[in-house]
């Protein structure tokens, strides 16, 4: 940790000296203008302005990779806060598959376009600018793009109707792209503390919260994949339950939906009371899996395997709540409140 001390310039004026090699690293030179943000707890922020102007490029060299090697270092680099990609081939021209793998990349991911293409290059451009989305609502819509696939896929169980559960796999990829393009905006304002403010955040204390919140829900739309994928491969794509069975799954469910949302809530109004709220009704439903379990009528070893996946996804589901609902208590406690008085 470096240390300054703060001189009197004026009547009114402080001022301290910026360490020589940080403005070195940074070019700050005498006469330029630096950024002073404020944080909580007192904190303040010096900031270059090189800051401010636009986020680098990178180059991935594809020679020594394969597709999927590729594939996954383009995901990198748009989480990273990369404005353009460029992949390229040193010697030759890309292979087929590094091509398809670069426009599958671009499929996946939120505001990604090719702008610039040769045999041996390929140049992709970011267009998402952090001001135009907040990470509450990027939380909640992924929250909700979650509900909605758990919500369809167990329909789909109690109808035995394929085409509602293949809506729900469909959806999965639109909540990837959320989930991605939450990790970008969250890698980007840990990085440049100046942008917190632009997606919603007074400080960047929240962000390693937020992605843990994030990867959460993106487990739980994992969660309700897994029962659309038992639609699809259950025999008369329904499980071998009563209707009794099948009302007490489908309530169940409605419990999970209503933890999850409540969890994420209290998370972005930094609600202490709405975490309680979560603890309490996850203690209704937190043996809810057992005791459907426990009344099954006598079934095939495959079936109530069947039976007992999907229970193990709706009880995961509300694990995931609680665990947002901890993250949310964290976040509520660290501002003062009719809870807490903090000095």
Not at 41 to 68: N, Q
Not at 285 to 308: F, H, P
Not at 311 to 333: G, W
Request: hydrophobic fraction near 40%; glycine fraction near 4%.
């Amino acid at each position: 940790m470096d240390t300054r001390k703060v001189q009197r310039l004026g009547p009114s004026t402080l001022a301290m000296t910026l360490p020589a090699d940080w403005a070195k690293e940074h070019g700050v030179e005498k006469g330029d203008e630096v950024t002073l943000r404020r944080g909580s707890k007192g904190a303040l922020t010096v900031m270059p302005e090189s800051a401010d102007r636009e986020e680098s490029e990178a180059i991935i060299h594809a020679d020594e990779l394969d597709a999927r090697a590729v594939e996954r270092a383009i995901i990198a680099q748009y989480v990273l806060g990369r404005r353009i990609i460029h992949v390229q081939q040193e010697e030759g021209a890309l292979s087929s598959d590094h091509i398809n793998a670069i426009y599958q990349a671009e499929t996946q991911l939120m505001g990604l376009g090719v702008i610039e293409e040769t045999p041996e290059s390929i140049a992709i451009r970011c267009s998402v600018d952090p001001e135009d989305f907040t990470l509450d609502n990027l939380l909640k819509r992924l929250e909700n793009t979650g509900s909605t696939m758990r919500g369809e896929a167990v329909k789909a169980l109690a109808m035995g109707n394929p085409d509602l559960a293949q809506r729900a796999l469909n959806r999965e990829r639109q909540a990837n792209k959320i989930f991605v393009l939450l990790l970008r905006l969250i890698f980007t304002a840990y990085q440049n503390p100046t942008l917190a403010r632009a997606v919603g955040l007074d400080d960047g204390f929240a962000l390693i919260g937020y992605r843990s919140i994030a990867k959460n829900l993106e487990l739980t739309a994992d969660n309700a994949e897994d029962i659309a994928e038992i639609v699809l491969e259950s025999e008369d794509h329904s499980l071998a339950v009563d209707s009794a069975t099948m009302r007490r799954i489908r309530e169940f469910t409605d419990r999970v939906d209503e933890v999850t949302v409540l969890a994420v809530e209290a998370a972005v109004e930094r609600d202490y009371d709405l975490t309680i709220e979560v603890r309490e009704l996850f203690k209704e439903i937190s043996d809810r899996e057992d005791e459907i379990l426990d009344d099954l009528s006598e079934m095939s070893n495959e079936d109530l395997l069947q039976v007992r996946e999907v229970l193990v996804s709706l009880q995961q589901t509300a694990q995931y709540a609680m665990r947002n609902a901890e993250i949310a208590a964290n976040l509520a406690l660290n501002e003062e409140s009719e809870h807490v008085t903090i000095h």
